[in-house]
């Protein structure tokens, strides 16, 4: 393995030798990296400039779309909120964002001046606690909310278009960004959900992999754990990016990073030890969906009838219809990763999307679709070679945004 390595001139530990197109190489391959102490290649200054105009793009689109969103937001109330005239800010602090303040507030017996809230342990304790610190600055907690789904998503962006320029062609980058922050869902990066944080987090953890920054990649998927239950769905993918790795290409020399997996079920089994403590139930936090929520694991097809029935429904049919055309999305996503062997990548949405798919009625998928960044970095790669796709998704998926916004901020359930 050590000699093979060597006579192609690529450096496990440090990447490829820049250029390399990594369809051409393989879904396994390493990404260019850090480099040896050889002279770079011609071009490689070129290349470093377009990176970095990718990030300052990627920036752009963030604090653009943001300014977009509130735009829409003024605009929207005049337009369509009739007699409701609730201040701008307020109309954040709905459905989850609510609850995530409760808890930042309360803890998890939740407002004693009102019932307990069974659901309440649901919810991973990393953006209560961020709210909590942010608030000792920001006394308003819808706004504390915001600001950390600003700074984070910023954190998010960056991360991804390198993800996708790692990937190929440099370039990518910015049209994986564009393509998430015009999917119509991405309201819930704007609003004091987790998703912002999450990806904060998950992003640069798996660019890390991607680079082989074993530690460093383990400890940024601890921190995507305490905020989420995906976070375990990234751990298990970081296990299985390890072995494969292992035995394709680095060999046994690689096997002493292999305690860092060990740190983001860390969190995980940490919440479970407190939930028990409070409740004594070790599975508190999925039991909490059913009692929050009613959902509960069942058969896929179960799950598709309960659906399918709900779109006829004259007030969530259009939720569920939106419902059941991502979970085809990503079924289609899971073809693709199966087909290129991206075993990581395909262990990541697998489990979310088996997850979604085996509960009482598809809930949230749209949402959870945020976090698929390998449909996302495909986006942005097949964008950068083909620019009418991005053209034709910016102009007929873009403009779903707008009813996505104003529904949000009018109460109405939006995924």
């Not at 005049?78 to 609510?98: F, I, K």
């Not at 969530?316 to 990581?344: D, H, K, N, Q, S």
Request: with cysteine; aromatic share 12%; net charge neutral.
């Amino acid at each position: 393995m050590t000699a093979s390595v060597q006579e192609t001139g690529r450096d496990p530990e440090h990447g490829e030798r820049a250029g390399t197109d990594p369809e051409e190489r393989g879904p396994d391959a390493e990404e260019p990296g850090r480099g040896d102490e050889s002279p770079p290649p011609e071009g490689a200054s070129a290349e470093a400039a377009e990176r970095n105009a990718t990030v300052r793009d990627a920036l752009l689109l963030w604090v653009g779309t943001r300014a977009g969103i509130i735009l829409m937001a003024v605009y929207g109330i005049l337009a369509v909120s009739g007699t409701n005239r609730a201040p701008l800010l307020e109309r954040w602090h709905y459905w989850d964002v609510d609850l995530f303040r409760e808890i930042a507030e309360f803890g998890y017996g939740g407002d004693p001046s009102q019932d307990p809230d069974p659901g309440l342990p649901a919810f991973f304790p990393g953006l209560p606690l961020a709210l909590r610190l942010v608030h000792l600055v920001v006394q308003d907690w819808t706004l504390a909310g915001l600001i950390i789904s600003f700074v984070a998503g910023a954190v998010a962006m960056v991360a991804l278009a390198k993800l996708a320029d790692l990937e190929r062609p440099v370039g990518a980058g910015r049209w994986a960004v564009l393509a998430l922050l015009l999917c119509p869902p991405a309201v819930f990066l704007f609003a004091g959900y987790s998703e912002a944080l999450f990806l904060a987090f998950a992003l640069p953890a798996w660019l890390a992999v991607r680079r082989r920054r074993w530690p460093v990649a383990c400890a940024l998927a601890a921190g995507a754990s305490c905020v989420r239950v995906t976070g375990l769905f990234l751990a298990a993918a970081l296990v299985t990016e390890f072995v494969v790795s292992r035995i394709r290409r680095d060999g046994w020399t690689g096997w002493r990073d292999a305690p860092w997996l060990l740190l983001p079920f860390a969190p995980i089994a940490a919440y479970s030890v407190y939930q028990h403590s409070r409740t004594g139930d070790w599975l508190a936090w999925i039991h909490a969906q059913e009692a929050g929520w009613g959902r509960r694991m069942v058969w896929p097809w179960e799950s598709f009838r309960s659906t399918w029935d709900m779109t006829g429904d004259a007030t969530f049919g259009p939720m569920f219809r939106l419902e059941l055309a991502v979970a085809i999305v990503g079924l289609l996503l899971l073809v693709w990763l199966l087909v290129t062997r991206r075993w990581a990548e395909f262990v990541y949405v697998g489990l979310q999307v088996a997850v979604l798919t085996t509960s009482t009625f598809y809930m949230s998928m749209p949402r959870g679709a945020l976090l698929w960044w390998p449909l996302w970095v495909l986006v942005g790669r097949t964008a950068a070679r083909r620019r009418w796709v991005i053209i034709l998704y910016a102009t007929v998926i873009g403009p779903l945004t707008v009813p996505m916004v104003i529904s949000f901020m009018n109460s109405s359930w939006t995924g």
